[in-house]
């Protein structure tokens, strides 16, 4: 039999095989989850123009749960659910960006995706801004670790759809060359595909809704006092695994990205912002939706600072005279507006709507959208100018970040500032930029007087060195750390288990956590068997006084030495 016939036997029996390897319960829960979300059709794409490369996918009906296509997502398609999620937006047309623009965008894109791992979500189509993501791939430096693309797209509107009607096997897709209105080639760098199916042809839009939904679910509610306080405490506790994302996944910090963009977009932003509490960021200088939030976003704080001065607290305004004041910014605003509005709504793109999809004139406000997002949510909205003219390309992963913490700062009215400072604190880590806790959010000393042991511990299990710095730089005290022996046991638990290793007592057990873990980390910085006689005090008091003077200087920095090879500012920078 020929390799071709027999790759192909392969292939279409890959489901008889799996089932031989994969445990039954495995392979049954996979077609249980098939089975609540109404799958119509799944399986793997190898492209014609990436043949090292395959492309799982599924293929459900616009009303699938979202709760099942989230399960899915986490136990199925990725070992594990993401520290963040970044949603792109924007024009579906081609699109050219300036070279200099362009690289900025996908050099910034690919450093916020690796250095947090995280999930980026666009409409998976070989067009448009959708094209320019999948092509930064081509520019990841480690193969290894492919960047998670996920396209989530209407199945009418995707060329050579029918080729796809598969259950289980891979599909040869051919590069369409087809012009055929109201379809489009799917983009090969994608690593996941999600077809929205409602029975339309040649409609785009109709995966909106539920893409939204999806998001919505992934986020959980992050950006609200209950959600984000709760996802902490769960994330920073050591259950066991190296990651901060336990196996049943919290919220999801979710990030939506904007690139141009025509009236769709402006739906889409609007039901992120204001109705799911997702921040948004804005490319300003790509056109269209995006410029119209730019300009409204800066007259609206402009007008803003006459209304409500700095040194005149809102309260002690008559709220009859501010409401006249907010209406008159209103009516001002939108008539500053007028161009970009006219360059929305005389947008040949329809609506995505059922019910207004087929008529000629569309009659939304769209103003109306824009300024709801600006007057209810201004913590949520962020806006990085693209200008040719700028001498410094923009740090597109930093304003990302910025963005993530912006909308925590405005989140929760009854938390503290240092209750914000550790729920940041704790996203800074979990993305791995110790640039972004040193530079923007822990700026000051006084930033520090805060509980940060768990924080410190999860710093010490993913090895992240330059954390661990940052934290021993403002006197982190190691020696209230081994007072904690409970904790600290189960810290030694989980690196044992790593390595197979076996515990003798609860000395021995501390004594080599810190030779095996924290020394490597810090070097020869802190005297261990002082901090743990303080365990033996109870046995022995008269002991006390003496201990204390030791104690008083085994943690002091005039000991500190950094590891061979440590930058004390941390291993990423951002100006």
């Known amino acids: 039999?020929?390799?071709?016939?027999?790759?192909?036997?392969?292939?279409?029996?890959?489901?008889?095989?799996?089932?031989?390897?994969?445990?039954?319960?495995?392979?049954?829960?996979?077609?249980?989850?098939?089975?609540?979300?109404?799958?119509?059709?799944?399986?793997?794409?190898?492209?014609?123009?990436?043949?090292?490369?395959?492309?799982?996918?599924?293929?459900?009906?616009?009303?699938?749960?979202?709760?099942?296509?989230?399960?899915?997502?986490?136990?199925?398609?990725?070992?594990?659910?993401?520290?963040?999620?970044?949603?792109?937006?924007?024009?579906?047309?081609?699109?050219?960006?300036?070279?200099?623009?362009?690289r900025a965008f996908r050099r910034g894109l690919l450093k916020v995706a690796r250095t947090t791992g995280a999930w980026i979500i666009t409409g998976g189509m070989n067009t448009g801004i959708m094209k320019l993501v999948g092509e930064i791939v081509q520019i990841n430096p480690d193969r290894f670790r492919p960047i998670p693309l996920i396209g989530i797209a209407t199945w009418g509107c995707v060329s050579g759809r029918q080729d796809l009607d598969v259950h289980g096997s891979n599909v040869q897709y051919a590069k369409s060359r087809s012009n055929t209105k109201g379809e489009a080639p799917l983009e090969p760098n994608h690593t996941k595909f999600i077809f929205v199916d409602d029975g339309s042809e040649k409609k785009y839009g109709r995966e909106i809704a539920f893409r939204a939904k999806l998001e919505q679910a992934i986020s959980g509610g992050f950006f609200s006092s209950k959600a984000t306080t709760n996802s902490l405490n769960q994330y920073a506790s050591l259950c066991g695994t190296s990651s901060l994302r336990p196996e049943n996944s919290g919220p999801v910090p979710v990030v939506l990205l904007v690139v141009e963009g025509g009236p769709n977009t402006v739906r889409t932003v609007k039901e992120a912002v204001v109705e799911n509490n997702i921040p948004a960021v804005f490319l300003e200088g790509t056109g269209r939706c995006c410029d119209l939030f730019a300009k409204a976003f800066r007259l609206y704080n402009e007008y803003r600072t006459k209304i409500e001065p700095d040194d005149e607290a809102p309260s002690n305004i008559d709220p009859n005279i501010l409401t006249k004041r907010y209406d008159e910014l209103k009516i001002r605003l939108r008539e500053e507006l007028k161009e970009e509005l006219g360059a929305i709504s005389?947008?040949?793109?329809?609506?995505?709507?059922?019910?207004?999809?087929?008529?000629?004139?569309?009659?939304?406000?769209?103003?109306?959208?824009?300024?709801?997002?600006?007057?209810?949510?201004?913590?949520?909205?962020?806006?990085?100018?693209?200008?040719?003219?700028?001498?410094?390309?923009?740090?597109?992963?930093?304003?990302?970040?910025?963005?993530?913490?912006?909308?925590?700062?405005?989140?929760?009215?009854?938390?503290?500032?240092?209750?914000?400072?550790?729920?940041?604190?704790?996203?800074?880590?979990?993305?791995?930029?110790?640039?972004?806790?040193?530079?923007y959010i822990m700026r000051n000393e006084a930033d520090w007087n805060i509980d940060l042991n768990d924080l410190f511990l999860l710093a010490l299990v993913r090895n992240q060195t330059a954390f661990v710095e940052l934290f021993l730089e403002h006197d982190f005290s190691l020696t209230d750390l081994f007072r904690d022996v409970d904790k600290l046991l189960t810290l030694y638990n989980y690196e044992k288990k790593e390595t197979g290793g076996l515990i003798q007592s609860s000395h021995d057990a501390l004594r080599t956590l810190y030779k095996e873990r924290i020394q490597p980390l810090i070097g020869d910085f802190f005297e261990v068997d002082t901090a743990l006689a303080q365990k033996d005090l109870t046995l022995n008091p008269e002991s006390k006084n003496e201990i204390d003077d030791e104690i008083s200087g085994c943690c002091g920095r005039r000991r500190y030495h950094s590891p061979p090879g440590i930058n004390h500012r941390g291993s990423v920078h951002s100006e």
């Open 346 to 439: 005389n947008s040949n793109e329809r609506p995505s709507t059922a019910d207004i999809g087929t008529r000629s004139i569309d009659r939304t406000d769209y103003f109306e959208l824009v300024y709801e997002c600006i007057h209810t949510r201004r913590n949520f909205l962020n806006v990085i100018s693209l200008s040719s003219r700028q001498s410094v390309e923009p740090d597109i992963d930093l304003v990302i970040l910025q963005a993530l913490l912006n909308a925590t700062s405005g989140i929760g009215g009854c938390k503290t500032n240092m209750q914000r400072k550790r729920e940041q604190l704790h996203l800074a880590l979990e993305w791995n930029r110790v640039d972004i806790a040193r530079n």
């Open 1 to 102: 039999m020929a390799s071709g016939q027999t790759s192909s036997l392969l292939i279409d029996n890959v489901q008889k095989i799996l089932s031989v390897y994969v445990p039954n319960y495995n392979h049954d829960t996979l077609n249980k989850l098939l089975t609540l979300m109404g799958v119509k059709s799944h399986g793997t794409i190898t492209f014609s123009d990436n043949k090292s490369h395959q492309a799982d996918f599924i293929r459900i009906p616009n009303d699938a749960p979202v709760m099942h296509v989230q399960e899915f997502l986490n136990r199925h398609w990725f070992d594990e659910p993401p520290s963040l999620v970044i949603s792109i937006t924007g024009g579906a047309k081609e699109y050219n960006m300036k070279p200099r623009l362009l």
